[in-house]
């Protein structure tokens, strides 16, 4: 039996009861592994799919083109192969993760130079695929509102009589990153303890993530089943919450710790492309972590958004 639950949103939006024992199943999933499956949530599969269609014209291109676009890890646009080893946010030296991005974000200027140069840069949009921006800020528009549902959601299956995200998020930080795992024809054989993404949790509060099915795929860790395949089914999201919401929870629940297995050797030409969207908080947000008898650890000080988060971001990059 999978330790990852499998919960329909729209009892949420119903109400009542059917909210009540929804939030009581999202609390005992999230403390089991950090990660939920999400049905019902509103989100259209058609705009899912040509996103991931545009995403796919733009990955085709040469890498030529792809580098008038190219990023450092954290930037709004192309980050190559060979930027980012996750496993280095655990302190596991790895090699590079094999994949290629495409990487976007907020754009709410707060004002203040610098800090709008980390959290708020422009995007870039590649001129060879304009239909990319559209269906991407469609998609992150509806992206926002399920992550805002999700945050609403969590604070009642805490239990707390309001949620505290509806100030602490009104103007947040968000990434999405466009994953592209390319077959091993292009990647080459994977190195020894290589993957597509290494063993690592998220940073901020929620991930909401659209993937393909594939040999090569994602997998979730938790103390009960160890590493597992994470369950799919056509038309889910899979949800799991980052370390900023796991420190909010005073440790309640889980950074949900997973990896996406290099290609394997029965499935060596898979090509996958995940739709990643990265949920977090307004930029100077101060988190003040949950106590016991909510909280599972007292003593937990208080945070900043944007400093915890990118102290992680720091971690992951490359040289």
């Known amino acids: 039996m999978s330790a990852i639950a499998t919960v329909d949103i729209s ?7 059917e909210a009540d024992a929804l ?12 990660f939920i499956v999400v049905t019902g949530h509103r989100v259209d599969q ?7 269609a545009a995403s796919r014209e733009f ?10 676009y190219s990023v450092p890890v954290g930037g709004h646009g192309w980050i190559g192969p060979g930027a980012e080893a996750n496993g280095y946010a655990e302190g596991t030296e790895t090699p590079p993760d094999l ?6 974000g907020a754009e709410t200027s707060s004002g203040d130079p610098e800090v ?11 001129a060879e695929v304009p239909a990319l921006q559209t269906l991407v800020n469609e998609y992150t528009a509806q992206m926002r509102r399920l992550s805002d ?14 949620n505290p995200f509806a100030a602490l998020a009104d103007r947040p930080t968000w990434t999405m990153n466009i994953n592209h795992y390319p077959p091993v024809s292009v990647v080459g054989e994977p190195e020894p303890g290589q993957f597509r993404i290494g063993p690592h949790t998220d940073f901020g509060t929620v991930t909401v993530l659209d993937r393909e099915p594939g040999a ?14 994470a369950p799919w089914e056509p038309d889910a999201l899979t949800v799991n919450i980052g370390d900023l919401l796991e420190y909010w929870s005073g440790r309640r629940w889980p950074s949900g710790r997973h990896r996406v297995l290099p290609p394997q050797p029965h499935a060596p030409e898979e090509d996958l492309v995940s739709l990643i969207y990265f949920y977090e908080a307004n930029h100077d947000a101060l988190i003040t972590p949950l106590r016991p008898p909510i909280g599972a650890v007292s003593g937990l000080a208080p945070v900043v958004s944007a400093e915890f988060i990118k102290e992680r971001l720091d971690a992951i990059t490359v040289g």
């Open 11 to 17: 009892r949420w939006y119903a109400g009542g009861a």
């Open 23 to 34: 939030a009581a199943e999202v609390d005992e999933g999230l403390r089991r592994a950090g």
């Open 46 to 52: 058609g705009l899912a799919a040509a996103v991931r």
């Open 59 to 68: 990955f085709a291109l040469p890498d030529a083109v792809k580098r008038r």
């Open 99 to 104: 994949k290629e991005s495409f990487s976007l």
């Open 116 to 126: 709008d140069r980390i959290w708020f840069a422009p995007n870039v949009w590649p």
């Open 149 to 162: 549902d999700l945050l609403a959601l969590f604070a009642h299956a805490l239990g707390l009589s309001a």
């Open 216 to 229: 090569g795929g994602l997998q979730v860790y938790s103390d009960a089943e160890g590493w597992e395949d």
